[in-house]
């Protein structure tokens, strides 16, 4: 494969002036504010929109849930974006794009079919926001060095939590209380808070062309290398060691979190009568603008200190724990709503706040866990958005179910459900592997090339036996991961559209024919493990055997469940 620099090749000397524009602090804060508005504008302000608009919380949840799926497509286009024009490019791009999508969504309010209409344009605007986290994550770990990368988390995660308070607190508060003095209608209210959404996007890429480094990319010759190196960076994810326990770190970190994501809201925002709190989308984006806002950047900064003084290997179970923690605060919310006579603003503006705290507080490990842990490779930028991409997984079929539980359990009920799948992100976080431990921590005076670097896994450092083996078990593990994904996605989505209401037989329908794709990949990933085991054995191999063994784990409870929820969805359709 033949490459050419573009002329904004990240190795080419930089004069002082434009060292001095590209210095960290003048665009971390602003390039990850920019990230978390739009991606919780999307999952965040449409929710309480849909629901103030008369949408029903299991239509609300299950339409939001599938949107999400987006971001965990990212792996499939991030190895182009890594190979065609620069970082920066792509990033004002999409910024550009977010804003035109979410002017448009304002201007549907007005229509009789503005759900169906908006839920479209959220699709593409998703897609858009997915390709600004990949090329923003890329930039990040391309144009700084490993020591200033832990040294920035905190501001990191702090701005994109900022981004969150923005889009889904000071927006929608602050043009309440001017709906209210105006006497607008709801519809005007939610049009006027996607178009200062909109506008907030059009001026943070005006600044980012003066101030956002370029990034590096490489030009291929023709469009096929291009895809040949989309398969050839896919398939080294697998080829990790430790590959399935870093992948339930990833997934199960955030589970609890998945369900409150829309329906801790959604919750705040139902009447007292039904067992909810009854305020106002304002009261409730009241609390997230100003307490909200202090504990969530607390929370990260104090996050980031910790992990820098502990080291990650020592402070991702106590990360783990604040993560987690803090949902009880949901559970006594529910249970006061339960007994019909609601709570004070304040009482319910300081559980919300400790809630947040733990959050900020928490989320810092997962990031810098799969920045050094996950993502490390000759296509780290892929990685991480693999990585990225499996972390969103979780919350689509949570925010899918979250909706349909919630209704059907009653919120006390629900809220002690979600207490329970804090369990096993507790637990990951505990027995998280650290697999390039053993390689010795990066250089700390540079960033390498790119972004790249070498791990143990790379095909130079490994013998043809041992290769044999990682390619054996790095292809049984991807049908079992497929074989997942089958689940939390078309399963999930089948399960949250019955419980939805409407007939239930073209979901049960779809579950069958999901079936069929996965006894495909069942069949393939147990003789692509069971290969690799008997190669493993015979060359005494015991590092990459390890992921075989997981594959054929995955793949077996792959089965278990998916027999369950069809006999789940047989007798529901009955």
Not at 55 to 60: E, R, V, Y
Not at 446 to 465: H, Q
């Amino acid at each position: 494969m033949t490459f050419a620099p573009t002329t904004a090749s990240p190795t080419a000397p930089p004069t002082a002036d434009r060292t001095a524009r590209y210095r960290p602090w003048l665009w971390v804060p602003s390039l990850y504010l920019a990230m978390g508005i739009p991606f919780n504008v999307i999952n965040g302000t449409a929710s309480s929109m849909f629901k103030a608009l008369g949408i029903g919380d299991a239509q609300n949840t299950v339409a939001l849930g599938s949107v999400i799926v987006v971001w965990s497509l990212k792996p499939f286009w991030a190895a182009f974006l890594d190979r065609y024009r620069t970082k920066k490019f792509h990033v004002l791009a999409m910024e550009t794009l977010l804003a035109v999508l979410f002017a448009g969504v304002a201007l549907a309010l007005p229509l009789p079919g503005f759900f169906r209409i908006s839920l479209a344009l959220l699709w593409v605007a998703a897609f858009a926001s997915a390709t600004q986290d990949i090329c923003g994550d890329g930039l990040y770990l391309a144009a700084l060095a490993p020591r200033a990368q832990a040294r920035l988390a905190g501001i990191q995660g702090m701005c994109w939590n900022l981004g969150k308070v923005l889009a889904t607190g000071v927006l929608i508060a602050g043009l309440e209380r001017l709906a209210h003095a105006q006497g607008w209608s709801q519809t005007a209210l939610w049009m006027a808070v996607w178009l200062t959404a909109a506008a907030a996007l059009a001026l943070l890429a005006v600044y980012h062309v003066f101030f956002l480094p370029p990034g590096g990319a490489l030009r291929p010759a023709a469009p096929g290398p291009v895809f040949a190196d989309f398969l050839a960076s896919a398939a080294t994810v697998f080829h990790k060691r430790s590959f399935w326990g870093m992948i339930a770190f990833i997934l199960l970190y955030r589970l609890g979190e998945g369900l409150l994501l829309v329906e801790g809201k959604l919750f705040l925002q139902s009447s007292v009568a039904s067992g909810g709190l009854g305020l106002t989308p304002g009261q409730v984006a009241g609390i997230d603008a100003v307490w909200g806002t202090i504990a969530s950047i607390a929370g990260g900064i104090l996050g980031g200190l910790f992990l820098a003084r502990l080291g990650l290997r020592r402070a991702l179970p106590l990360l783990g724990l604040c993560l987690n923690l803090p949902h009880l605060t949901f559970v006594y919310l529910s249970h006061a709503g339960a007994a019909g006579h609601g709570l004070g603003y304040s009482t319910v503006a300081l559980l919300v706040s400790i809630e947040k705290f733990g959050y900020g507080f928490g989320f810092i490990g997962n990031m810098v866990y799969m920045m050094q842990q996950f993502a490390p490779g000759r296509c780290t930028m892929t990685h991480y958005a693999f990585a990225t991409a499996l972390m969103n997984l979780v919350l689509a079929p949570t925010t899918m179910v979250s909706g349909p539980l919630a209704e059907a359990l009653g919120f006390s009920t629900f809220f002690l459900v979600v207490l329970l799948a804090s369990v096993p992100s507790v637990w990951v976080a505990w027995r998280a592997p650290f697999p390039l431990a053993a390689d010795g921590p990066p250089a700390d005076d540079a960033p390498p090339a790119g972004g790249n670097t070498v791990t143990a896994d790379d095909p130079t450092r490994v013998g043809a036996a041992q290769r044999r083996v990682q390619e054996l078990a790095g292809r049984a593990s991807a049908c079992a991961l497929l074989n997942l994904l089958a689940i939390l996605l078309l399963d999930a989505r089948a399960l949250g559209a019955m419980a939805g209401g409407g007939s239930a037989w073209l979901p049960l329908g779809a579950l069958a024919a999901n079936a069929v794709l996965k006894i495909f990949l069942t069949a393939r990933a147990l003789r692509l493990a069971g290969e690799a085991e008997r190669v493993a054995a015979q060359e005494h191999e015991t590092v990459y055997r390890r992921n075989a063994r997981g594959a054929r784990v995955v793949t077996v409870l792959c089965a278990a469940a998916s027999l369950a929820i069809l006999l789940f969805a047989a007798r529901f359709a009955a």
